[in-house]
């Protein structure tokens, strides 16, 4: 399956991912006792300018920021599952996540 999503999304949430502006965690958004964002935190706060308030109480990138709002194959659960696999279950770091999403995501 080819993935892709708005070269300005994808150019800013590989950035944020790369630049050690954010401490990873796992199986959360974000997790406030750790300041740890998983990869998908990352792109909420980041793109979206989620708040963190907001971050740990949500559970899920398309309650945080809308269905309607995700554009490209963020749409596609499969897309958004591929990303928590890598974050929560391979536990790559972020700098790995970025360069899969680069290898593997078609900017538009």
Same mark, same amino acid.
């Given at each position: 399956?080819?993935?892709?999503?708005?070269?300005? %999304? /994808?150019?800013?949430?590989?950035t944020a991912?790369?630049?050690?502006? !954010?401490?990873?965690?796992? &199986?959360?958004?974000? *997790?406030?006792?750790?300041?740890?964002?998983?990869?998908?935190?990352?792109?909420?706060?980041?793109?979206?300018?989620?708040?963190n308030? %907001? /971050?740990?109480?949500?559970?899920?990138?398309?309650?945080?920021?809308? !269905?309607?709002?995700?554009? &490209?194959?963020?749409? *596609?659960?499969?897309?958004r599952n591929?990303?928590?696999?890598?974050?929560?279950?391979?536990?790559?770091?972020?700098?790995e996540?970025?360069?899969?999403?680069?290898?593997n995501?078609?900017?538009?």
């Amino acid at each position: 399956m080819e993935y892709n999503l708005p070269k300005n %999304l /994808l150019d800013t949430w590989t950035t944020a991912l790369t630049d050690g502006s !954010y401490e990873p965690t796992e &199986g959360t958004m974000y *997790d406030e006792n750790c300041n740890g964002y998983c990869a998908l935190g990352v792109l909420a706060h980041s793109y979206y300018e989620v708040d963190n308030e %907001l /971050l740990h109480m949500m559970s899920d990138l398309t309650e945080i920021v809308g !269905y309607r709002n995700l554009p &490209g194959s963020l749409h *596609d659960g499969h897309f958004r599952n591929w990303i928590i696999a890598m974050n929560d279950d391979e536990l790559l770091q972020f700098d790995e996540i970025a360069e899969r999403l680069k290898e593997n995501v078609k900017p538009t």
